[in-house]
């Protein structure tokens, strides 16, 4: 398992375990589950959750960096707010989250910088998407090592 999938699915079922909604590794949900999926929302069901990982900086000599996590949300059709009760309850579940291990990363800690709300699709489903920056730990490597490389 990559270390990207690891993340995506460590936190997705980090949020599982909270009771914040269903994961469930092969994307298929009842419509009337609030699911978490994998980078890309789909049509349905109309609640949906969709967390991706996005790498922004890595240091070149040890096995440290930095990544964020997009969660990504959308409400029933008709209701604006729906969409923060989806995402406000995950903002407090992982903002200021520290020393969770999930694989062979650890992530030092989880920040919300930015939190954007995305309009409405066409059937009237409103969106939200927040932006958490991870500092992480990562797997060891030749050109990285566990204590450095100078």
Not at 122 to 145: G, H, I, M
Request: glycine fraction near 10%.
């Amino acid at each position: 398992m990559g270390t990207t999938t690891e993340l995506l699915e460590g936190f997705a079922q980090l949020l599982a375990d909270a009771g914040l909604a269903a994961w469930n590794p092969t994307g298929v949900y009842a419509d009337d589950t609030l699911g978490i999926f994998m980078k890309l929302m789909p049509t349905s069901p109309d609640r949906a959750v969709t967390l991706t990982i996005v790498d922004t900086t890595d240091d070149p000599t040890m096995p440290l960096g930095a990544k964020m996590l997009q969660v990504r949300g959308r409400g029933a059709p008709g209701d604006p707010t729906d969409v923060d009760d989806i995402l406000d309850p995950i903002f407090t579940a992982l903002h200021g989250l520290t020393g969770v291990t999930f694989g062979s990363q650890t992530v030092i800690q989880c920040l919300r910088r930015i939190s954007a709300p995305m309009g409405m699709d066409q059937s009237k489903r409103w969106e939200r998407a927040d932006q958490f920056y991870l500092d992480v730990d990562a797997p060891p490597s030749t050109l990285r090592p566990d204590r450095g490389a100078w």
